[in-house]
C-alpha cells in the first residue's frame, strides 16, 4: 500500500520549471519531517531537499536556489508537500520520489518504492 502518491512530474527543456506535489495517507499526516529524494540511473539515490518543523528547509547543493520545498497542512488533515523546481537542467533527469522520515534514519529506502512510485523528470538539453 502505498503512503504518498507523487504527481507533477513531466518532460520539459532546459531551463523550464516544474511543480511536484507529494500527498501523504494518514499514516504520514503528522510526519516532522517530510523529504524529496531523486534516482537517476546509474546514480545512487539522492536527497534532493526536506523540511521539517523543527530544522526548516533544506537543500542539496546541486539544486539551491533553483528548487524550492514547501507543505501545505490542511485542516481536514491533508498534508501535501510541493517541490518547486525552476531553471532545470539536463543532470535534474530522474524519478523523484517524497518519503516522510528524517533522512538519516530512512537512507534509500525512498528510491526503493516503498513510500511511493516517485514522478519521472526529464529535462532536455
Known amino acids: 500500500e502505498e503512503k504518498v502518491v507523487e504527481s507533477g512530474g513531466g518532460s520539459v527543456s532546459a531551463g523550464g520549471s516544474l511543480r511536484l506535489s507529494c500527498t501523504a495517507s494518514?499514516?504520514?499526516?503528522?510526519?516532522?519531517?517530510m523529504g524529496w529524494y531523486r534516482q537517476a540511473p546509474g546514480k545512487q539515490c539522492e536527497l534532493v531537499s526536506h523540511?521539517?518543523?523543527?530544522?526548516?528547509?533544506?537543500?542539496?547543493t546541486s539544486v539551491k536556489g533553483r528548487f524550492t520545498i514547501s507543505q501545505d497542512k490542511e485542516d481536514n488533515g491533508k498534508n501535501t508537500v510541493y517541490l518547486q523546481m525552476n531553471s532545470l537542467k539536463f543532470e535534474d533527469t530522474a524519478v523523484y520520489y517524497c518519503?516522510?522520515?528524517?533522512?538519516?534514519?530512512?537512507?534509500?529506502?525512498?528510491?526503493?518504492?516503498?513510500w511511493g512510485q516517485g514522478t519521472q523528470v526529464t529535462v532536455s538539453s
Open positions: 518519503a516522510p522520515g528524517n533522512p538519516l534514519d530512512i537512507g534509500n529506502w525512498p528510491c526503493k518504492g516503498y
Open positions: 494518514t499514516s504520514t499526516l503528522h510526519a516532522s519531517h
Open positions: 523540511i521539517s518543523s523543527d530544522e526548516g528547509s533544506w537543500y542539496a
